[in-house]
């Protein structure tokens, strides 16, 4: 199975952008799916977007269309996701994790996670 | 707010069992549908997928079903590390993909 590792924790101002990485091991990516999800403190999963990488295929939740992006190298076998026009409220817990095949490459399927990654806390605030 | 409903919060006894539901106009129209279960502290972990389906080394103490726009968790014998949030998930059309707001399992 293939393990996740996230960039570390960050500490951003309200306005700027930042850029989440999930670097895999023991397996390569375009055997997967990659899909971000995110915990903001004390409160509920919520679902961002996705890519599909072998397809560079990638799907966004709609409160996040044209705010985030999602990026996946083959060379470095890692996935990123940048949001920008950051505010307080997103700060949370972001996780990567893993569709395994043959469902991550799937359009239309569950969430169907079996890696997490070990998540990146990202605090905005002046 | 989530436009999957659960139960704030459900409690049982052990070796009781007890059922989370989750509702949603969206789920009615196909089977993909999963639960999570969260820890404090750790990553969600999945529990079921494809409304009824477990992945391998998930305890059969855990069983999904749908019925309608209503899709349920069942959690039989209940056993004091079964004691955590419990969040179901659903397919929403247009590669959209919605989490229900959780359901705190307590485990008197």
């Known amino acids: 199975q293939v393990r996740l590792v996230q960039s570390g924790a960050e500490l951003k101002r309200p306005g700027s952008s930042v850029k989440v990485s999930c670097k895999a091991s023991?397996?390569?990516?375009?055997?997967?799916?990659v899909d971000w999800v995110r915990q903001a403190p004390g409160q509920g999963l919520e679902w961002m977007g996705g890519?599909?990488?072998?397809?560079?295929?990638?799907n966004y939740a709609h409160k996040f269309q044209g705010r985030l992006t999602i990026t996946a190298d083959e060379v470095t076998n890692t996935a990123s996701m940048d949001l920008i026009s950051l505010k307080s409220e997103d700060t949370a817990i972001y996780y990567c994790?893993?569709?395994?095949?043959?469902?991550?490459?799937?359009?239309?399927?569950?969430?169907?996670?079996?890696?997490w990654g070990q998540g990146t806390l990202v605090t905005v605030s002046s | 707010q989530s436009a999957l409903t659960q139960p704030a919060s459900v409690s049982g006894s052990p070796g009781q069992s007890i059922s989370i539901s989750c509702t949603g106009p969206n789920i009615g129209g196909h089977n993909y549908v999963s639960w999570f279960q969260q820890h404090p502290g750790e990553a969600p972990r999945l529990l079921i997928f494809d409304v009824r389906n477990r992945p391998s080394g998930i305890s059969t103490r855990f069983s999904g079903s749908k019925s309608g726009k209503t899709a349920s968790l069942t959690i039989s014998g209940l056993q004091p590390e079964d004691e955590a949030d419990y969040y179901c998930s659903s397919y929403a059309g247009t590669g959209n993909w919605l989490f229900g707001g959780g359901t705190k399992l307590t485990v008197l």
């Open positions: 994790a893993t569709v395994p095949p043959p469902y991550g490459q799937q359009l239309v399927r569950s969430l169907l996670f079996d890696q």
């Open positions: 890519i599909i990488p072998v397809f560079r295929t990638t």
């Open positions: 023991g397996g390569t990516l375009n055997d997967y799916g």
